[in-house]
């Protein structure tokens, strides 16, 4: 063999132990260093009194701590962001009739939820046993088995604690592997006592990472198909479709047809408000808001501008404006309106500035939350301080008519 063979071979043969090394080393990356942080959270009633009282809930979420986007299944998960994944039934007010696996819904449905949770960081290996195991027990119907009133199988074999559960333990180690429990499954408060007893569990309030809106629900089914159940804009396009809303505000209700809508996110968080006019004139409108609870319409809602016929908002306080004036006295007032966390509209901020009296030339100045009864009377200047302050920055925003080419151009699905 020639000198020049023997070293081609021996560099063949270091440049393979090289890529050998290298292979070896980017596979043991996947092995161990940290993907995910993986948390399982649970809260409800142990054992036979979860049956009557609080069955409670089981459920995962998974952050992306791998410094880049990771995807489960066909969902997209940024760096540093947060999914929550679980079974839910399709008899639940919240999944529109599906059941199975549903990214997102405990962001919204769980919310302000006091649970025991338990962390572990997982690696892409191990995320992607989860991500592979997850259609495949995704299947989740709440039919009833004939003369039983329950269907048993669904209901012993197939739940958010058997999901859950299951999908922690293909990653857990041995110390914290949830067992089943005597019947064959944990309820959740049953995994809650046991997480409990774990070194480094919490007992917390859920609060997501950020913000979660409707629309980020998915439910995933047994064909890894990603379906949108929550589609907010669907749900606008139907009920203006039909045309006719109704309200009540105390001991006043009624209905109206729809002549005019707009869609905006009044309180910047969770599904955008519906905001609807029966008509708009030059002296003004009157708009009523509605927003969606359990994926219906829920009234929030309304108010009357005058000599205005747009929407009116100040985005630094997340408010709705509107003003209007009395004769007379020669009175101009305006009124800020915010949205609680029960979804209502309710006074925030009031202004008035008046005569004394009809044949006076002196001036009031009012300030409070909703009218002149729980407002105090403020010097001139400071009443400009004030309206500076919060009416600085008003904008403007039209509505549009409600046709067919409206609906389908500005509630797109």
Wanted: with cysteine; glycine share 8%; proline share 3%.
């Amino acid at each position: 063999m020639s000198s020049l063979l023997r070293i081609v071979k021996k560099h063949m043969m270091i440049w393979l132990l090289i890529a050998m090394s290298i292979w070896m080393t980017m596979q043991a990356s996947a092995w161990t260093t940290p993907y995910a942080k993986l948390t399982i959270y649970a809260f409800g009633d142990k054992g036979a009194k979860a049956a009557s009282g609080n069955q409670g809930h089981t459920w995962l979420t998974i952050t992306n701590t791998s410094g880049k986007t990771i995807t489960f299944l066909d969902y997209k998960i940024k760096p540093g962001e947060e999914i929550s994944v679980s079974i839910w039934p399709d008899s639940s007010p919240n999944t529109e009739g599906y059941g199975g696996v549903f990214i997102n819904l405990e962001m919204i449905v769980d919310e302000g939820i006091k649970c025991t949770s338990y962390s572990m960081d997982i690696t892409e290996d191990q995320f992607k046993k989860i991500e592979k195991a997850t259609p495949k027990e995704s299947y989740y119907h709440d039919g009833q088995n004939e003369g039983t009133g329950m269907n048993i199988y669904d209901d012993l074999w197939h739940n958010c604690t058997t999901y859950s559960t299951k999908m922690w333990n293909k990653v857990a180690d041995k110390e914290h592997k949830i067992s089943n429990g005597t019947i064959g499954v944990d309820v959740p408060g049953t995994v809650a006592s046991k997480i409990a007893k774990w070194n480094g569990s919490k007992q917390e309030i859920f609060r997501p990472r950020k913000t979660v809106e409707w629309g980020d629900v998915v439910h995933i089914n047994k064909k890894k198909e990603t379906i949108h159940p929550y589609d907010t804009n669907a749900l606008y396009r139907r009920a203006l479709e039909r045309g006719t809303f109704t309200y009540k505000e105390g001991n006043n209700s009624g209905s109206f047809k729809a002549k005019y809508f707009l869609v905006f996110n009044i309180d910047r968080k969770g599904v955008k408000e519906l905001i609807v006019c029966p008509d708009l004139y030059p002296q003004g409108h009157t708009a009523y808001i509605y927003t969606l609870k359990n994926r219906r319409l829920s009234y929030c809602g309304s108010f009357s501008h005058r000599g205005v016929n747009s929407f009116m908002y100040v985005k630094k306080y997340k408010s709705v404006y509107y003003s209007w004036w009395t004769n007379g006295i020669g009175g101009a007032g305006a009124q800020l309106l915010k949205m609680n966390s029960k979804g209502k509209l309710i006074p925030y901020k009031f202004f008035y500035e008046c005569s004394e009296s009809m044949r006076s030339t002196k001036r009031l100045h009012y300030y409070g939350k909703s009218s002149i009864d729980d407002s105090k009377k403020v010097s001139k200047s400071k009443y400009k301080k004030l309206t500076k302050k919060y009416l600085k920055n008003v904008k403007s925003y039209k509505y549009c008519e409600n046709t067919k080419a409206n609906r389908a151009k500005y509630l797109k699905s």
